[in-house]
């Protein structure tokens, strides 16, 4: 999963496409793009926090460019995948918030260690 540390504002940015592939099992870029296209269009008529918290920066691209892309949150990343209709959104979830082998829970780890040696 694609992700870059933002620090001026202290936290992670995560890849939309990274995280649709995920909870859809899919590894197809053109396949999880229409997805979140179709997700995104739906969301929007709902009026889903999800569409507004998302920005784009760059991160490198399957072609090897970096190219603009739709990233979430920490936040952001749990209402998407709770707006996914998917059996494994909630494995996501679970693996996302609490596995200490994720990028967040790296950062957490690392967070202690810093307080603690303060």
């Known amino acids: 999963m694609r992700a870059v540390w933002d620090n001026e504002s202290n936290r992670w940015w995560f890849s939309v496409l990274d995280i649709v592939g995920a909870i859809n099992e899919q590894d197809d870029y053109n396949r999880t ?11 929007r008529k709902q009026g889903s926090e999800v569409v507004s918290v998302t920005n784009q ?3 490198l691209a399957p072609d090897g460019k ?3 892309t739709d990233v979430l949150d920490y ?11 998917n059996t494994n959104a909630t494995r996501f979830i679970h693996w996302f918030a609490s596995d ?4 967040d829970g790296k950062s957490r ?8 040696s303060c």
């Open 109 to 116: 780890e690392k967070a202690y260690a810093l307080w603690e």
């Open 75 to 85: 936040n952001g990343v749990m209402l998407l995948a709770q707006n996914i209709p």
């Open 57 to 59: 920066l760059k991160l």
């Open 100 to 103: 200490s082998e994720s990028i």
């Open 33 to 43: 793009r229409n997805y979140w296209k179709y997700l995104k269009t739906k969301l």
């Open 66 to 68: 970096r190219r603009y």
